[in-house]
C-alpha cells in the first residue's frame, strides 16, 4: 500500500516544465522531475477520426500547443494530454508512442 501512495504522492507534484517541438509532430517534454521524453503524437492523430482532432493533423495546427496547468494543451482544452498520460507515455491504448 505504501507504494502506491508514494505513487500518487509523486504524481500529485508532477507536472510539465517545457515543451518544444521537434517536427513531424513530436514535441521533447521536460518534468518537475528532471525527467525528458520524446513525445511522438503522429500515431495517436492518425488513428483518431474525431474531426476536432483530424485538424491537428496539419503541422501549422499542432505547433500551436501551451502549456496549462501543468498540460499540454491546445485551443483552450480543444485538445489536451494529461502531463500522467505523457509521462507513463499512455497516449495511446496499446501503441507505445514515447522515447525516454
Not at 54 to 62: P, S, T, V, W
Request: charged fraction near 30%; charge should be negative.
Amino acid at each position: 500500500m505504501k507504494i502506491i501512495e508514494k505513487y500518487q504522492e509523486e504524481i500529485q507534484d508532477l507536472a510539465i516544465k517545457s515543451a518544444h517541438y521537434i517536427g513531424d509532430f513530436a514535441i521533447r517534454i521536460s518534468f518537475s522531475d528532471g525527467a525528458e521524453k520524446l513525445v511522438d503524437f503522429k500515431p495517436f492523430l492518425n488513428a483518431n477520426n474525431h474531426p476536432e482532432i483530424k485538424k491537428y493533423e496539419k503541422e501549422e495546427n499542432f505547433k500551436q500547443f501551451k502549456i496549462m496547468n501543468g498540460n499540454l494543451d491546445w485551443n483552450d482544452f480543444e485538445l489536451c494530454f494529461p502531463f500522467e498520460d505523457l509521462y507513463h507515455n499512455t497516449i495511446l491504448h496499446e501503441e507505445s508512442s514515447a522515447i525516454s
